[in-house]
């Protein structure tokens, strides 16, 4: 065996103490980066959603009790592989994926149970179902059809469906939610026969000997048999119908409360109220005190319509907006607040809002892109004048870091890069964080004049409003003309913008939380901030770029995370994240 001289061995062990050490900060590092990116549950989550997919193309029509009892069961596959992962030995963030995933899972589970149970209260509604459902089932392996036998079938059903719509007419028991059930079962046997049809037709020739007529009538009735759910459901709102014209769909108390729950929000629709009433109060007085530096004195609403009147020309409201981005960013940089990517800056778009689109968002929308409304040529002289009141710079200076850095556009640019598995989306950040800009910009003094000063106290005012006008509409205390009447009245809305904003809010496809999540998040982070930066345990940038890392997630989770929490299995929301004395 080869001997080493002193020296040699001593360079040996050098290099071996090297090699080692490189290889530790390496596994180190590896780790470190792995939990930047990834978790234990990111593993399950991954295959979850890939499953979901593939089964989802596969079982197509939805409402069908053999996708839905598919889906039920790979929930219940994935929730015992979940409890298979040792809880107690996963770090904060992971306990966190577990605990959301999991919430997830139940949720959708829930969801199917309250399908299949209202499916099972209109059986009588559809006799033919099973049927329709059969045929589709042997489509996808491309089973040879009985075409003549096929078309009796349709045939018979199209009769069906003339007696059941006459009778579906004259009915009084459904509820608005079996009536929306209902056309949701009848398109997707649409969708069902439609997939049938186009894969036979013109292939195979006695299918298309037989079976146009019999299809386009059957495909006929059924979209008349949806429209006619759709109207029970319409007729059977829980809503007072009212001058506005705009019929939403309230979900009523229980439904709230279960869904804040689900969002991790631990306070009741009264206590929500409490609060919006409490940072209205504080908007108040500080709108009295700019309305005073103006000269109106106490008549704020006079200095709000003096602000409205400073609006550019419409050909040079691009132009101001990019000035009030430059200042907004400049803000951020100058007080170190957040760290900004340079491609962040450099990418995103900017376009204008159609007249169309401009009936439910009057006021310009950020993210990727910048869009921007203001008056087009389509428009009444009425309209564009109070799209040109409604979105003046004083106004625009609340939200231009809102839409863009550090709100909307920074997120969406984050989102894409750090823990892109989460797959918890809520406007409780989305919208939270964006309105937390707002709060923390107007205390850091980044209104110059008493006009910025209203601006940006109108936005504030008008996110405690959506508080107060969702859930009262929501509950059935409210119709939607007083909701526009409410904004109008108590936040100085002009009478469009304030239709268009009750408009998206009921009928633009939001979640019913999604209005009261701008302010209510907004206090989350700032309550966060807190108890973090305003006592020194982060530094302002430390504090944005750790959130900005997590992805999306409820803020409750994110505190958890950054302040390494010690969470339970069955974790229950408990964050009493807002001081009522």
């Known amino acids: 065996m080869k001997r080493y001289r002193p020296l040699q061995r001593r360079l040996f062990l050098i290099g071996f103490f090297l090699m080692t050490y490189q290889s530790i900060t390496f596994s180190q590092i590896s780790t470190t980066d792995l939990y930047q990116q990834s978790s234990e549950v990111n593993n399950v989550m991954t295959q979850y959603y890939a499953d979901k997919g593939i089964l989802s193309r596969f079982y197509f029509v939805e409402n069908s009790p053999e996708r839905r009892e598919r889906l039920k069961k790979l929930i219940s596959d994935y929730q015992s592989q979940l409890s ?43 006799p033919f179902a099973d049927s329709l459902y059969a ?86 009735l059924l979209k008349v048999y949806a429209i006619n759910f759709q109207k029970k459901g319409k007729n059977l709102s829980t809503q007072k119908i009212d001058a506005s014209g705009i019929v939403g769909n309230p979900i009523g108390k229980e439904e709230i409360v279960r869904r804040l729950q689900l969002e991790m929000i631990p306070y009741s629709p009264e206590e929500l109220v409490d609060i919006a009433n ?15 530096e103006l000269g109106f004195g106490d008549n704020w609403k006079a200095a709000l319509e003096y602000v409205k009147t400073k609006y550019v020309q419409p050909s040079q409201q691009p132009q101001e907006m990019m000035r ?14 957040i760290s900004i990517p340079a491609l962040a800056e450099e990418a995103w778009r900017m376009n204008m809002m159609s007249p169309e689109r401009q009936l439910v968002n009057p006021f310009f929308l950020g993210g990727e892109e910048f869009i921007i409304s203001y008056p087009t040529n389509t428009m009444t002289e009425d309209q564009k004048l109070m799209s040109m009141r409604g979105n003046n710079p004083h106004f625009s200076r609340a939200t231009v870091h809102h839409e863009l850095i550090a709100g909307h556009s920074l997120q969406y640019f984050m989102l894409n890069r750090y823990k ?10 989305m ?38 006008f969702s859930l009262n509409y929501h509950t059935g205390n409210w119709t939607p003309q007083q909701c526009i009447d409410f904004l109008i009245d108590r936040v100085g809305h002009e009478k469009a913008n304030a239709e268009g904003e009750v408009r998206r809010s009921f009928v633009g496809g939001y979640d019913p939380l999604y209005q009261i999540a701008y302010m209510i998040g907004g206090v989350q982070f700032k309550a966060l901030k807190s108890e973090l930066v305003d006592t020194g345990k982060m530094s302002y940038k430390q504090f944005h ?37």
């Open 278 to 292: 409490k940072e209205f109060a504080w908007c108040d007085a500080e709108m009295l005190k700019a309305s005073k």
């Open 84 to 126: 298979k992962l040792n809880f107690n030995q996963l770090n904060t963030g992971t306990k966190v994926d577990y605990i959301l995933f999991k919430r997830n899972l139940d949720e959708e589970y829930y969801q199917f149970t309250l399908e299949e149970k209202e499916y099972d209260a209109l059986k009588k509604w559809f």
């Open 420 to 429: 892109t598995y989460r797959q918890f989306d809520t406007p409780f950040w």
């Open 324 to 337: 009030l981005y430059n200042e907004s960013v400049d803000f951020l940089k100058k007080n170190q607040l």
């Open 545 to 581: 770029d750790s959130i900005m890392q997590e992805n999306s997630l409820p803020v409750e989770m994110i505190r958890a995370i950054l302040t390494k929490q010690s969470l339970g299995k069955d974790f229950k929301t408990n964050w009493r994240f807002y001081k009522f004395k």
């Open 135 to 220: 045929v589709e089932k042997i489509r996808r392996r491309g089973t040879p059809l009985d075409a003549p036998k096929l078309a009796f079938q349709f045939n018979e059903i199209a009769k069906q469906l003339v007696l059941l719509n006459t009778k579906l007419t004259k009915d009084s028991s459904l509820t608005n939610s079996l009536g929306k059930r209902g056309a949701g079962i009848t398109i997707s046997l649409q969708k069902a026969i439609k997939s049938v049809y186009g894969f036979y037709n013109g292939y195979d020739p006695l299918f298309t000997w037989w079976m146009p007529q019999p299809y386009a009538q059957l495909d006929s």
């Open 431 to 468: 919208e939270g964080w964006a309105l937390y800009w707002e709060l923390l910009l107007y205390d850091m003094n980044f209104p110059k004049t008493p006009e910025d000063k209203i601006g940006m106290l109108f936005w504030r005012m008008h996110r405690c409003a959506r508080i107060i």
